[in-house]
């Protein structure tokens, strides 16, 4: 058996192609600033005092899910009710 290359016979997952996998939506500041109508600026200030919708930094870019914007403008909406 010597000189003979015997190779694990299990699967790798990570030479697995990967899943199919649904991201939402992501929203530059300005398309954020756009649909809660506020000005950019705002967002800006709602991120250093921790208010706001979650945000991602992406490089030196901010990106906001869609998702995340919409859950925390309905969240308002509740606490204002």
Known sequence: MAGKNY???TKNPHN???AVVAIDELWTIDE????LRVPV???YRWRTH???P?????????RYARV???T???AQQDEAA
């Open 7 to 9: 190779r694990n016979k």
């Open 16 to 18: 697995n192609p990967p």
């Open 32 to 35: 954020v600033a756009a649909f």
């Open 41 to 43: 600026a705002t967002l």
């Open 50 to 52: 921790n208010d706001g």
């Open 54 to 62: 979650k945000a991602a930094r992406i490089g030196r870019h901010l």
């Open 68 to 70: 995340d914007v919409i």
């Open 72 to 74: 925390w403008l309905r």
